[in-house]
């Protein structure tokens, strides 16, 4: 069968399961594209399936890998529309970069973007909260040990239809000896490597009974930089209070979406370092009512206290100013609220 042939097989036999958590189901078509010589191949669509890859290439051996995360929505309307898709290629490309990997060019990567979710459009779950979550990333395929960055890589596509992602009002436990990233290394960049070295720290944590991990910078252990695949957010004096970006935080899409949307809507919002005991003393006092992260797939996780080890810390709300904000935030990716920031990009 052509690939064509083989796609439209796919998508014939694909139906859209009840159950959908996050990441459980997979979209019956994957995008994928080459790098040899220098230069990228076109893309194509596949059906979605496990790939070849030589047990010596460097994604594999040297964590040679960035990747992205995004949603395609299509509540309430007929063609979808994704959420600020440039802000993901522009960080992408920055990720690449800090690798020194090849940037994928504007066109292959909406390319890759489009053709999943046209392809997918009618498995986009339509109640809100659901979405199609679309995941590219670029990887090294050499094979080889010299430490250098590959000559062949492959840029794909893969999607899940997914659930709201609900977590409830989970805690967050503080990693006080683990380091998940340190300032001028990979920290800022979307890849492996930061979720090698948070994999203990997160394991840890849930089995303590809680969400995730709480991480602290690498030098004094004492900074707050963010939970293993999210940004935080602190509400103290009523304002909003998020640690200031350096190059061992991700710049989180959302994170930014809030801070803007926050400001638009009348909070006062700071960007600045964040002492972990400065916060817990503000917990006990009351002074910060409360916490929260955010990232794309839960968009707000409302978190109901920090444990330090055996001690928990309990802000005296959860999830007062966090739905607000996930309210106001959803309902523009949702197109059910104007969107004042030209965030929506409509997939015809
Ligand atoms: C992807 C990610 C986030 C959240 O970024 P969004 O663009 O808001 O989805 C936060 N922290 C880490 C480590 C991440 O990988």
């Known amino acids: ?60 051996q040297y964590g040679e890998l960035v990747f992205e995360g995004l949603k395609a929505y299509r509540i309430g309307q007929s063609q979808p529309n994704l959420f600020r898709p440039d802000a993901n290629f522009r960080r ?68 899940n239809p997914v659930e709201a992602y ?22 800022a960049a979307k890849t492996s490597a930061n979720y090698a070295a948070s994999l203990r720290g997160s394991t840890a944590a849930v ?14 252990h004492r900074y707050i930089q963010e939970l293993s695949g999210m940004n935080f957010f602190a509400v103290i004096d009523g304002e909003l209070h998020t640690p200031e970006l350096d190059t061992a ?23 600045r370092q964040m002492d972990i005991d400065e916060l817990l003393t503000q917990i006990s006092t009351g002074q910060c009512s409360e916490i929260f992260a955010c990232g794309t797939a839960a968009i707000i996780m409302p978190i109901s206290a920090l444990a330090d080890s055996d001690n928990l810390y309990k802000p005296k709300q959860t999830n007062v100013v966090a739905a607000r904000l996930r309210e106001a935030l959803l309902a523009i990716q949702e197109r059910r609220a104007p969107d004042p920031f030209n965030w929506i990009r409509i997939i015809s």
């Open 249 to 271: 935080i991700l710049p989180g899409v959302t994170r930014d979406s809030l801070i803007r949307l926050a400001r638009h809507l009348g909070l006062t919002v700071h960007e």
């Open 1 to 60: 069968m052509s690939h064509t042939a083989e796609v439209a097989a796919a998508i014939k036999r694909f139906a859209l399961p009840d159950k959908l958590g996050f990441g459980a189901v997979n979209a019956p078509v994957m995008f994928s594209a080459e790098w040899r010589e220098q230069q990228w191949g076109p893309g194509q669509l596949l059906p979605y399936g496990p790939i070849e890859i030589l047990p010596g290439a460097r994604a594999l």
């Open 92 to 159: 992408m490309q920055q990720s690449a970069q800090r690798l020194s990997m090849p940037a994928v060019p504007e066109e292959l990567f909406f390319a890759g973007l489009e053709t999943v979710t046209r392809a997918c459009a009618e498995f986009i779950p339509a109640n809100s909260g659901q979405s199609l979550y679309l995941r590219p990333f670029v990887f090294g395929t050499e094979s080889g040990y010299l430490l250098r960055n590959s000559t062949t890589f492959r840029f794909m596509v893969i999607a």
């Open 207 to 220: 089995a303590g009974g809680h969400a995730v991990a709480l991480w602290l910078d690498a030098a004094w």
């Open 166 to 187: 609900a977590s409830g009002t989970p805690t967050v436990a503080i990693e006080r000896k683990d380091v998940r990233a340190a300032v001028g290394g990979v920290g």
